[in-house]
């Protein structure tokens, strides 16, 4: 190989490194965003007026497009691929929870609930009362002044807001109408956000299913009534049917017009191009170079956006990038099915974050390890299958923020990692333990039934119970006669 190919690929590599702050939006900057940000058109039903409910699984994009709409530059630019969308004019989106120190936190909330035994009724209060808070720099001076004893009180101090708020009577919602007219009459529309909802509870299910119950109630009342202010609540899709199950007509008011944000591979492939293509000037060349079926559009904000009319679109670049199998033939896998794949869940999903992290982590070991291959191949199959447990170890540690009871999982795996299993030995294997810190939220055959629900195992053809790769090295299982990757 020559030292000029070399020294091109180790440039690809680099930025490769770089396409997605590992798939992670939550501390993503600005132009990372609008860089990796893909506009899937079912995804952005959401920006209709009347839908409220936005639902999809841990991974599926919730937190970034949140992120997006909440700043107005990326929020008019995505606009622009939503033509078939009833969509508002001279829109406003705020985050209301998380807000930072504007908004009351897990331990805060837990301690009010324990404290004064409150229901969803009062949760409906106190959301309320938060929302007054966010929305202050919003109202007329004459709702500033009957409402400054609801917006004295330090964020954190629950109890002191909500006394103040059950102190004043119909004053809340006159003031919000008030706005609500004075938006409509400035045609002007407000809305805020609501995500990462399973933070209420720091794990504790019973906390987080009083306070969703609470916002729910809080929305069901009144999205009616405000025809310009308005909601989206993003819910993670476990706990949307879990709170379905007990949610009741609040919840069937909301959901009628919900919006699943669910990944074909179609639209995982062209996140994926879009953020190849956003790397930089030389890398789209790269991308471009292998003259796949997308159309290209360049915009100028979220930069060069692909449009796949078929997931295997996709499938020259993947190749370029790669190459077409993931050993000497196809009986290791074509690369272009293998990637997303061994990206799945239990239940089949794919996610951006791990597919993104995927292609990352890769790049990173082809660079530490860095051996010449032929033009024009950057990614070693090697270190696909390498990048895979570094995934799934990942994946699992990040999926403990919203499952907290995932280390317990995991140390119960100990007694016996192999699988797949019988129904049998899983269930003796979900057994609780002595001394658990973290208790998963059911037992038994329950158990079984929600982490096969979640995706975090599935059940095979022959009804063994196994767990994906996405999942496999992070609780430290192993399949029975099978070989460890290399590290």
């Known amino acids: 190989m020559s030292l000029a190919w070399d020294e091109e690929r180790r440039s690809l590599l680099e930025t490769i490194q770089r396409i997605g702050d590992s798939g992670r939006a939550e501390g993503a900057s600005t132009e990372s965003l609008a860089a990796g940000f893909y506009p899937v058109p079912e995804h952005l039903r959401l920006l209709d007026i009347d839908v409220v409910m936005v639902v999809g699984p841990r991974g599926s994009g919730k937190t970034q497009i949140t992120r997006v709409l909440t700043d107005a530059q990326l929020a008019n630019a995505v606009v622009r691929f939503a033509p078939k969308v009833r969509l508002p004019s001279n829109a406003r989106w705020l985050a209301a929870y998380p807000a930072g120190k504007e908004v009351f936190e897990g331990n805060a909330l837990q301690a009010f609930v324990a404290k004064t035994a409150a229901k969803a009724g009062t949760l409906r209060d106190v959301w309320l009362a938060y929302l007054l808070r966010r929305l202050s720099s919003e109202l007329d001076s004459q709702s500033l002044s009957s409402l400054s004893s609801v917006l004295k009180p330090d964020a954190a101090d629950i109890e002191a807001v909500y006394d103040a708020f059950k102190k004043l009577g119909a004053e809340p919602i006159i003031a919000l109408d008030r706005l609500d007219s004075r938006l409509a009459s400035e045609e002007r529309h407000l809305f805020v956000t609501y995500d990462e909802l399973d933070t209420l509870g720091h794990g504790s299910w019973d906390l987080i299913q009083v306070g969703v119950e609470g916002l729910v109630a809080l929305w069901a009342a009144y999205t009616r009534r405000w025809r310009n202010l308005r909601a989206k609540l993003f819910l993670r899709t476990d706990l949307y049917q879990r709170h379905a199950r007990v949610g009741g007509a609040d919840l069937y008011k909301l959901a009628a017009s919900r919006v699943e944000l669910v990944w074909s591979d179609k639209d995982l492939y062209g996140m994926l191009l879009k953020r190849l293509a956003n790397g930089d000037d030389h890398l789209r060349d790269y991308v471009v170079a292998a003259k796949s079926t ?131 030995e899983v269930l003796r294997i979900l057994e609780p333990k002595a001394r658990e810190s973290v208790a998963p939220p059911y037992e038994g055959r329950d158990l079984l039934d929600y982490l096969l629900e979640l995706g975090i195992l599935r059940k095979r053809a022959d009804r063994r119970i196994d767990a994906p790769d996405l999942f496999l090295n992070g609780l430290g299982l192993r399949r029975k006669g099978g070989v460890r990757r290399g590290k």
């Open 294 to 424: 997308a159309n290209w559009k360049e915009d100028s904000v979220l930069g060069f956006v692909p449009s796949l009319r078929r997931w295997d679109d996709a499938r020259p670049i993947i190749e370029r990038l790669v190459g077409a199998y993931m050993g000497a033939d196809k009986k290791k896998g074509l690369v272009y099915r293998w990637l997303l794949d061994h990206v799945r869940d239990g239940v089949g999903r794919a996610y951006p974050r791990p597919l993104v992290q995927m292609i990352e982590t890769a790049a990173g070991s082809d660079l530490a390890r860095f051996e010449a291959i032929r033009k024009p191949k950057l990614v070693q199959p090697v270190s696909l299958r390498r990048a895979l447990d570094k995934v799934s170890e990942d994946h699992v540690l990040q999926s403990a923020d919203e499952w907290p009871w995932l280390d317990t999982l995991k140390a119960r795996f100990r007694t016996n990692p192999l699988v797949p299993y019988t129904d049998k």
